[in-house]
């Protein structure tokens, strides 16, 4: 018998299962990897399930946004300390771990399917935009920056966690909420989904040894006796999910 909850309940199922599967994952302690695919892997790809329309475009910019995006920020926080996170396989450069690639591609994947499901119209089945090359040859560009300092002067990526937000995110944010402040109304529920799911599954990695922050920040608080940056609620939390959202809309979907 096929069940139709209603979108309501549906938010409701996926908080709660990121709350039940992090308990799970704090009293089982299994590989940071293996959380990753427990808590976050799994209602990502729920979500994107429920979807219908909209599945090739989310996958196809979440992909390519992995792919060229990622790497370069994950090296350029490891040049800077930012963060670090318990890692079992071998690291790229010897500093970019996978399981935040992963975590990378999840944060773009779930985020997306979530905006398009719940409160996007999923109109055609594969409707890039044409602006979408733009934003491929600023990724292109980014990599190929930090690939050549990072080989040549790798002490020239050596900044701190907040300087990476205001170079990377905040203009972009700035200027995509300026033209479209109407999509950044409507994304405001997902904004502060994930900040609630993030800051959870943050704490309970922080708390099982997964995930630490060794660098230098603008304001922290002690969680435990563990250090937690505020850098990062803003950056991540209330910075960068608009910004993921907006930048999408401008550059792949339709701005509406």
């Given amino acids: 018998m096929k069940i139709n909850l ?25 590989n ?9 892997a799994v209602p990502a790809l729920i979500n994107f399930y429920w979807l219908k329309k909209a599945r090739a475009k989310v996958l196809f910019f979440s992909f390519i946004t992995t792919l060229l995006f990622a790497p370069p920020i994950e090296l350029l926080a490891r ?10 396989f071998m690291r790229p450069f010897g500093l970019i771990p996978w399981e935040n690639i992963l975590f990378a591609f999840l944060n773009f994947f779930w985020v997306l399917s979530f905006y398009e499901y719940f409160f ?3 109109k055609k089945f594969f409707d890039i935009s044409r602006k979408f ?22 002490s020239l990526l050596a900044t701190d966690y ?8 905040l203009p972009a944010f700035i200027f995509l909420l300026l033209k479209f402040p109407h999509i950044f109304k409507k994304s405001l ?5 994930f900040a609630l799911v993030f800051l959870f599954y943050e704490i309970v990695s922080m708390s099982i040894g997964h995930w630490w922050w060794p660098g230098n920040y603008l304001l922290t608080i002690s969680l435990s006796g563990m250090i937690f940056p505020i850098d990062d609620i803003v950056i991540w939390y ?13 550059f792949v979907d339709d701005n509406r």
């Fill in 79 to 88: 040049m800077a300390n930012a963060w670090d996170v318990s890692s079992i």
């Fill in 6 to 30: 209603s979108k309501e309940n549906k938010i409701l199922f996926l908080f709660l299962y990121v709350v039940f599967a992090s308990f799970v994952v704090y009293f089982v302690i299994p």
């Fill in 120 to 122: 996007d119209s999923e």
């Fill in 162 to 169: 907040y300087l990476l937000g205001l170079i990377f995110l």
């Fill in 189 to 193: 529920f997902t904004i502060a989904f």
């Fill in 133 to 154: 090359k733009y934003l491929f040859f600023l990724y292109l560009i980014l990599s190929i920056v930090v690939y050549i300092l990072f080989f040549n002067n790798p």
């Fill in 238 to 250: 209330f910075l960068s999910t608009p910004t993921l959202i907006l930048g999408y809309e401008f």
């Fill in 32 to 40: 940071y990897f293996t959380s990753i695919l427990i808590v976050l």
